[in-house]
């Protein structure tokens, strides 16, 4: 990967850009909360927006077989997964991807099942919809951050359907084992259940990723992918994803959607994701090397500054899950007090997580000190 790329820009620079990331808060803020990465793009989607520039190639969005053909060959590369191209349905972005698919086919006052700490936008969307979240937390017998797969039984008993999986998780970072996810598979087609897996983080792992629709009949009847390369490629404002399904009775549910879900997508997002999932391996490959860097980096900062504060290391992705329990400073002392904006935990799943914050490490090692450094700042003049 050219030297241009692994270099995170200045925090003067980052500053300058125009996302909500660096917008939201005052310039005196460390924001290290939403999930962007500071990195710059990998070069073979610079070189095809700037050709699309060249030849003022804005026009409305046609039939993209190029986004379809090129995750093809991703997911043989990454995961040894063959999916049939012919059933992936492009979206503006897995928001609306999965708000759409949800309105197509469940009713106000139904209720998805979550699995708690989870992203905060399952919440929001679900709300939107004014469906009510039904929550089987994670949990840590076997192993920490797993699913509950008596708990999601239960909830299918009781007649939600309907589940929002977050593989890889987020906020944890954990990536579900194959064992895992055949079993809810099994599960939910013993109920007739639904499974949505946002796989948005998962070209990112460090360890071996398994995709939901991979673990066979079971799954292919009764689950849908929605993924970008909005996280892993750093192409959130581009507005491209899609929905992605291996059998006739998950098609027939996409098949609900409106139309215009495909044509309210970008043709500058659907043209550099099919770059992405073609060119970009080794930017992609030197960039999850970054990031396990980073986070080894971050837990010894913990440890030195802030031996209090408790995470561990992803197994996917750029955020980190902390244990602010024996810290006493809450994540709005640390935004006001250390200037320094993490993510509450109870964004996360609510009051139960009040003692937890999300961090960003999707930058340079010397911002997470600064960090770091920061909150370390703030305890002491809080003592």
Known sequence: MPDNETQTPSLEQLYERHSSKWRRFASDVLPMHVAEMDFQIAEPIRARIQKMTDESDFGYLGPVPEVAQAFEG?????????????????????????????RANLNPGDRVVV???????????????????????LVHLDEPFSLDIAGLEEAFKQGHLTVLLCNPHNPTGRVFSR??????AIVAQKYG??????????????????????????????????TSTSKAFNLAGLKAAFLL????????KVAKLPAATHWRT??????????????????????VKTLASN????????????????????????????????????????????KVALVPGPDMGG????????????????IISEGVSRIASALKNAS
């Not at 399904?245 to 027939?252: E, V």
């Not at 043209?271 to 490959?285: V, Y």
Request: aromatic content about 10%.
């Open 266 to 287: 970008s043709i500058v997002g659907a043209f550099a994701m099919a770059e992405a999932f073609t060119s970009c391996d080794e930017w992609l490959e030197a960039t």
């Open 115 to 137: 699995t708690s700490p989870v992203y905060s936008g399952f919440y929001e969307w679900l709300k939107e919809l004014r469906i009510e979240p039904f929550d089987v937390p």
């Open 74 to 102: 991703f997911a043989a590369r990454h995961w040894g997964w063959n999916i049939d191209p012919t059933q992936l349905k492009l979206a503006s972005d897995v928001g609306v991807a999965t708000v759409e698919f949800l």
């Open 179 to 184: 064992k895992q996810l055949t079993e809810l």
């Open 245 to 252: 399904t291996q059998g006739t009775k998950m098609a027939a």
């Open 295 to 338: 986070a080894e980096h971050l837990l010894s900062q913990l440890e030195v500054h802030l031996p209090s504060v408790k995470s561990h290391i992803p197994e996917a992705g750029y955020l980190a899950w902390l244990d602010i329990t024996e810290l006493p400073l809450s994540t709005q002392d640390i935004a006001t007090k250390g």
């Open 351 to 366: 009051e139960n997580y009040k003692n937890f914050a999300r961090l960003n490490f999707g930058t340079s090692s010397e």
């Open 193 to 226: 259940a639904t499974v949505i897996s946002d796989e948005i983080h998962a070209p990112l792992s460090q360890v071996p990723f398994t995709p939901y629709l991979s673990c066979g009949p079971a799954a292919e009847e009764t689950g849908v992918c929605i």
